[in-house]
Structures are given as C-alpha cells and as structure tokens.
T-cell receptor, first 114, second 116 residues
Framework: DAKTTQPNSMESNEEEPVHLPCNHS???????IHWYRQLPSQGPEYVIHGLTSNVNNRMASLAIAEDRKSSTLILHRATLRDAAVYYCILRAPNYGGSQGNLIFGKGTKLSVKP | ETGVTQTPRHLVMGMTNKKSLKCEQHLGHNAMYWYKQSAKKPLELMFVYNFKEQTENNSVPSRFSPECPNSSHLFLHLHTLQPEDSALYLC???????????????FGPGTRLTVL
C-alpha cells in the first residue's frame, strides 16, 4: 500500500484557517486521497476525498498538488470542535478486494486554542 | 436511530468469559467492517463483510469470531481473550467497497473493551 507522511501534531487558533499537509510521494496514478478525522472518544468520520482536482465540501477543502505527491486539507475557520486526529489515506480504486481498504496511519493531532 | 450504533459502549471481561459486541447500521449499506484501536497504535482492520459474506480476515486470532446475519447487523464474539486485547473496537459500514463516492466509511462510536 502506498504510504502517507503527516506531522504528528499541529496547533491552530480558533476562527483561523488551518492547513494540514500530507506527503504521498509513492502515490499511484489511480489512488484516491481520502481524509478522515477522529474526534476525542468517537469513531473516525469521513471528511473529504479527491483524485486530481481540488475538492470542496461543507467540512473542508482538499488541495492536491499537480504532481499528486502531496495534498493539503484546509479548514477555513477552525473551531474548538475541529480538535481531532486527522488521517490522510490513499485508497486504490478497488471494487471489491483488499486494495480498497482504509489503512490508517498515526495522523496529525490538531489542537485548537480559543 | 440513524448512522452506526454499537453496544455495549463499555465492556469489562475476564479472560475466561464469553461476550459479544454488536453493531447495527441504519444506512442501507452493504459492507461492514471491524477495526481495533489499541493505545498508541493506528486503527487496524480486522474483518470485512460484503453482502453478508466475509471477504477479509486480517490474520485475526480465532478468539475473535465475527458474524454477519444480514447487511444491517454485525457481531464480534469474544472468548478467552488476553489482557493485550483490551482496546477500542470500532464498527464501520459503507455503501460499497469502492474508493470513489459511495465508498466512504461511516464509523460507530466504538466499544471500549477491558480484559482483566
């Protein structure tokens, strides 16, 4: 499985933008980039995913480098509720086998200060 | 209820006990998963079910026995566990197994298991 590299931790101030980086230099041409987050005492939750183009949804934006070797999850205005561990995960476009599984790393622990 | 629910939320058991964890999803999904999250370790995928059939077992010891009677329910039967099996056990479901839209997984809150 292609691997990702994320900083162990980051800090942000409330109501400021947060840019969470992820390096995936060995990404294959068909791997999707997925982001999940895990709030304290909860299971992970899906945030966003993309393939080549930048993506926006109600939770966040995903900026993907042109060479796809890195990506950045952008929280436009961090709130205290955004304090969580954020996981960047590569998923092969498998339609039934193990290559489509979510392989979680250690993620980035985001702290948000009031 | 909506989403993915898990019961119990907390469980303490002795090494000789037999217990079961239950997961239920109200999302109409076809795939269900068991994960284990130990302290200081990343989430580990344990089992995958697709349309009630087990499609993956990631070398999980036989003291963990999954059961999927239908697409909405998933159980994890536990027997003769060890203290190192203490962890957060998470259930998830997805519409299908794809990486494209529809394949995102929805997780339950987990069962915090302590084995004495």
């Amino acid at each position: 499985d292609a691997k990702t590299t994320q900083p162990n931790s980051m800090e942000s101030n409330e109501e400021e933008p947060v840019h969470l980086p992820c390096n995936h230099s060995t990404i294959s041409g068909t791997d999707y980039i997925h982001w999940y987050r895990q709030l304290p005492s909860q299971g992970p939750e899906y945030v966003i995913h993309g393939l080549t183009s930048n993506v926006n949804n109600r939770m966040a934006s995903l900026a993907i480098a042109e060479d796809r070797k890195s990506s950045t999850l952008i929280l436009h205005r961090a709130t205290l509720r955004d304090a969580a561990v954020y996981y960047c995960i590569l998923r092969a476009p498998n339609y039934g086998g193990s290559q489509g599984n979510l392989i979680f790393g250690k993620g980035t622990k985001l702290s948000v200060k009031p | 209820e909506t989403g993915v629910t898990q019961t119990p939320r907390h469980l303490v058991m002795g090494m000789t006990n037999k217990k079961s964890l239950k997961c239920e999803q109200h999302l109409g999904h076809n795939a269900m998963y068991w994960y284990k999250q130990s302290a200081k370790k990343p989430l580990e995928l344990m089992f995958v079910y697709n349309f009630k059939e087990q499609t993956e077992n990631n070398s999980v010891p036989s003291r963990f026995s999954p059961e999927c009677p239908n697409s909405s329910h998933l159980f994890l039967h536990l027997h003769t566990l060890q203290p190192e099996d203490s962890a957060l056990y998470l259930c998830a479901s997805s519409q299908d197994r794809a990486a494209r839209p529809g394949g995102e997984q929805f997780f339950g809150p987990g069962t915090r298991l302590t084995v004495l």
